[in-house]
Each structure stands twice: as structure tokens, then as C-alpha cells.
């Protein structure tokens, strides 16, 4: 599976995200366990370009890092092992470090990455299983990039599509407001979260919701009259589900350009460990 070089130029020309983390960092390298290198080499180029992307800096270029291995073979053969390289580290004048392998299965790729700081503590681990198009082994190399150097920014967001008005509606217990709620509900941590909708007379509606790095995952809420009297009145107004007009389909695409996001499903396979509060094995 090639990946372009233009779709490395398009993230190049991608606005960065302002760093809040004033650490310095270098990438070491990515190794290649049984598929080919140049695939592994443009993986490599598309996790830098994310890393500085997320941290608003350049790294060390591959040249600097190739001058300190030259004058050190011991280092040149460096793994991912931390006691190995803190002293790249130290010798790119970086407080982090980032290095791991990436190993091939039918169509997928499975990248390992570590961050280690400048005196050889193992600061996070990351696991991600790369597969299918390009834009979707773009989003993942980026989602391993912010989840290694920045996990408190991923986000995403839930857009709720009601056809009752004056619903409560609560997500993981916490309430919301009342339908319908006309934005998306903004900068939710990635992953499933529990939404409930209920009105008297209604049918409640609760369903586990899927939330994406930077994406906004659509949630359609239908619940159907229990009273007869609700039914007839419904009936009666030619009462429309409030998605259904075509200002509200209007609104919500004005508010998913204006903030940059898309429409999603689904969750990246990824794991994640955090060595300061969990011991990396």
C-alpha cells in the first residue's frame, strides 16, 4: 500500500496547532519488521510532520540525527530501547525523544511509538493499527502523534438530531439542555459516550456514541408518541422532525466548515499508556 507524497505535501500546508508543551523534542526512527522500508520511510515523514504540527516547532532534521549516529556506532544501533536513546537525546540538545517500529499484516500496519525523555524514562507508549486509504492512514498517523505528545488535545464533537421538541437531553449522565440543541456539543474526549434523550409522553431514547479525533458524529434521536392525545396532536399540527427543514441542514453545514470538522464514525484502533501512572511493560 503506497502512500503519496502529495498527500505529505497537503499536511505540510496544514495549519499547526499552537503548542502549550514547551519540551523539545526529536523523532529517532521507525523500524521496519518484515515489510519494506520504504513503506516505513514515508510513514516516518508523515508522523514528523504531525509531531510539529502538534507542537508548533520544528524537530531536529534527519541530518542532524544522522551526523550524532555517525560519530557513535553503538547509537546507530539503537532500537526503541530508552537507556539507548537518551543520549540521541541529549546530543540533538532535545528533553524528548520518539522512536518505535512499524510491522506489516495483509493490509494493515501496526506502528509501535515511545516517547523518552533526555534521561531514559519511558514517558508513553502508543500502539496504532494503520489501515485502508490514504486520508485514513493520515488520520491515524496524526491521532499517534497528538495521543504521544499532546493526548489531553484530542477532541471531538456530537451533533444531536431530534424529532421532539423539548427533550432532555443528558450525556454520561450530565444534562445538556433541551431539544433542539442547534450547535454540536464541542471538544468531547475521543471515545464512546452515553447519550440520553427523554420527554414525557415520548419514548426515551438512549444509544452509545462513538466520538472522533476531530470529528463530528451525527446522531439522529427518534422517539415516538405513547399517549394518544400526543399522537393526534402531532398529527394534527403537521408536526416535522426539526432535521428534516432545510434551514437547520443549512445552520449545521455553516457550523461544520466554520470550525474545520467532518462527519464520522467509528473509533481508531488505539491504545495508549501512560508510564507515569501505569508501568510500561
Same mark, same amino acid.
Given at each position: 500500500? !503506497?502512500?503519496?507524497?502529495?498527500?505529505?505535501?497537503?499536511?505540510?500546508?496544514?495549519?499547526? +496547532?499552537?503548542?502549550?508543551?514547551?519540551?523539545?523534542?526529536?523523532?529517532?526512527?521507525?523500524?521496519?519488521?518484515?515489510?519494506?522500508?520504504?513503506?516505513?520511510? @514515508?510513514?516516518?515523514?508523515?508522523?514528523? *510532520?504531525?509531531?510539529?504540527? %502538534?507542537?508548533? =516547532?520544528?524537530?531536529?532534521?534527519?541530518?542532524?540525527?544522522?551526523? %550524532?549516529?555517525?560519530?557513535?556506532?553503538?547509537?546507530?544501533?539503537?532500537? =526503541?530501547?530508552?537507556?539507548?536513546?537518551?543520549?540521541?537525546?541529549?546530543?540533538?540538545?532535545?528533553?524528548? #525523544? *520518539?522512536?518505535?517500529? +512499524?510491522?506489516?499484516?495483509?493490509?494493515?500496519?501496526?506502528?509501535?511509538?515511545?516517547?523518552?525523555?533526555?534521561?531514559?524514562?519511558?514517558?508513553?507508549?502508543?500502539? =496504532?493499527?494503520?489501515?485502508?486509504?490514504?486520508?485514513?492512514?493520515?488520520?491515524?498517523?496524526?491521532?499517534?502523534?497528538?495521543?504521544?505528545?499532546?493526548?489531553?488535545?484530542?477532541?471531538?464533537?456530537?451533533?444531536?438530531?431530534?424529532?421532539?421538541?423539548?427533550?432532555?437531553?443528558?450525556?454520561?449522565? @450530565?444534562?445538556?439542555? #433541551?431539544?433542539? #440543541?442547534?450547535?454540536?456539543?464541542?471538544?468531547? !474526549? *475521543?471515545?464512546?459516550?452515553?447519550?440520553?434523550?427523554?420527554?414525557?409522553?415520548?419514548?426515551?431514547?438512549?444509544?452509545?456514541?462513538? %466520538?472522533?479525533?476531530?470529528?463530528?458524529? @451525527?446522531? +439522529?434521536?427518534?422517539?415516538?408518541?405513547?399517549?394518544?392525545?400526543?399522537?393526534?396532536?402531532?398529527?394534527?399540527?403537521?408536526?416535522?422532525?426539526?432535521?428534516?427543514?432545510?434551514?437547520?441542514?443549512?445552520?449545521?453545514?455553516?457550523?461544520?466548515?466554520?470550525?474545520?470538522?467532518?462527519?464520522?464514525?467509528?473509533?481508531?484502533?488505539?491504545? !495508549? #499508556?501512560?508510564?507515569?501512572?501505569?508501568?510500561?511493560?
Amino acid at each position: 500500500m !503506497a502512500l503519496s507524497m502529495i498527500s505529505l505535501a497537503a499536511l505540510v500546508a496544514s495549519p499547526t +496547532v499552537a503548542a502549550a508543551d514547551r519540551s523539545t523534542y526529536a523523532l529517532f526512527r521507525l523500524d521496519p519488521l518484515g515489510i519494506g522500508s520504504d513503506v516505513v520511510d @514515508q510513514l516516518e515523514r508523515l508522523l514528523r *510532520v504531525e509531531m510539529e504540527r %502538534v507542537l508548533g =516547532a520544528s524537530l531536529p532534521a534527519r541530518s542532524e540525527l544522522d551526523k %550524532v549516529l555517525a560519530t557513535n556506532k553503538k547509537l546507530a544501533g539503537c532500537t =526503541a530501547d530508552p537507556e539507548c536513546l537518551a543520549p540521541i537525546a541529549r546530543a540533538l540538545k532535545a528533553q524528548r #525523544i *520518539v522512536a518505535g517500529n +512499524v510491522g506489516g499484516l495483509a493490509d494493515s500496519y501496526v506502528v509501535n511509538l515511545k516517547l523518552v525523555d533526555a534521561d531514559g524514562r519511558e514517558l508513553r507508549r502508543v500502539t =496504532a493499527t494503520l489501515r485502508g486509504s490514504q486520508e485514513e492512514l493520515i488520520e491515524e498517523i496524526r491521532v499517534a502523534a497528538f495521543r504521544l505528545v499532546a493526548p489531553e488535545k484530542i477532541r471531538g464533537n456530537i451533533a444531536i438530531l431530534s424529532d421532539v421538541a423539548g427533550a432532555k437531553v443528558e450525556l454520561d449522565g @450530565q444534562p445538556l439542555g #433541551i431539544t433542539p #440543541i442547534a450547535q454540536p456539543v464541542m471538544d468531547l !474526549a *475521543v471515545g464512546v459516550h452515553k447519550l440520553g434523550v427523554t420527554r414525557d409522553g415520548f419514548t426515551p431514547f438512549t444509544e452509545d456514541v462513538p %466520538v472522533r479525533f476531530e470529528k463530528t458524529t @451525527q446522531v +439522529v434521536v427518534r422517539q415516538t408518541a405513547t399517549k394518544v392525545s400526543w399522537r393526534q396532536k402531532l398529527a394534527g399540527n403537521g408536526d416535522h422532525p426539526i432535521y428534516t427543514r432545510w434551514w437547520f441542514w443549512t445552520a449545521t453545514a455553516v457550523v461544520a466548515v466554520g470550525v474545520g470538522i467532518g462527519i464520522g464514525f467509528g473509533i481508531p484502533k488505539q491504545s !495508549a #499508556i501512560d508510564c507515569a501512572t501505569r508501568m510500561c511493560p
